[in-house]
């Protein structure tokens, strides 16, 4: 069986927009991609490590514990072998507490990617590949999210043709998750429901062949 790893944030976690509630695992994008994954016979497990509110690299003043960087490569040596590790994070970069741009994210991006490859897995374990995933672009937030992310759909603007450029430069792989679904109709942030089955469902189609090289 081959392991995966999702190192994401709520987008993925599965929050409800418009509520603190959680979808199922089934109706998550890594359980509709693992799912999907087995109707082609791949024996996969989807691991999933994401957090509400993880940055990149960045620390929330109000919350701890929710730099992306902060325990990663022990979360890598933890896990392995690994056969790939998705990371769709940047989303929360661009909250009004921040003042980054794509530029910085996308820093935050090749940092993370630098702890995946430099953690002290056991030898004899193969470096797991890299999928880099830019999150749906930020739209108008809503709710309680509205003061949140305040600004943040204009500074986020360009980010996946930022972090496309960091994977090209890396040697990782991409996909922009813009390109099959925008942001929550809800809350302008997350995913909802459908908007999970139609990302999972596209990822089985990029995945599947990154696993069947190795």
């Known amino acids: 069986m081959q392991q995966l790893l999702v190192y994401s944030d709520s987008l993925t976690w599965g929050i409800v927009p418009g509520t603190r509630q959680r979808l199922p695992f089934e109706q998550r994008w890594p359980g509709v991609l693992e799912r999907g ?37 022990q979360r890598i040596e933890s896990h392995s072998p690994l056969a790939l590790v998705i990371l769709m994070l940047g989303t929360n970069d661009f909250q009004s507490v921040h003042v980054h741009d794509v530029s910085h994210s996308a820093q935050g991006i090749a940092t993370l990617v630098g702890a995946i490859r430099g953690a002290p897995i056991e030898p004899g374990m193969a470096v797991p590949p890299i999928l880099i995933i830019a999150p749906p672009p930020i ?32 040697r990782c792989h991409f996909f922009d998750a813009g390109s099959v ?34």
Request: glycine share 10%.
């Open 139 to 170: 739209g108008e937030p809503r709710g309680p999210l509205a003061r949140k992310f305040a600004g943040a759909a204009e500074r986020s603007k360009g980010l996946a043709e930022a972090f496309r450029v960091t994977a090209e430069e890396l």
């Open 37 to 73: 994954l087995a109707r082609e016979a791949r024996d996969v497990r989807v691991l999933e490590d994401c957090l509400n509110g993880r940055r990149t690299v960045w620390d929330d003043p109000f919350k701890p514990g929710r730099s992306g960087l902060a325990g990663l490569a």
């Open 181 to 214: 679904t925008p942001p929550s109709r809800i809350d302008g942030i997350h995913l909802d429901v459908d908007q999970h089955a139609l990302l999972g469902s596209a990822l089985v189609t990029v995945v599947s062949p990154l696993l069947a090289a190795q």
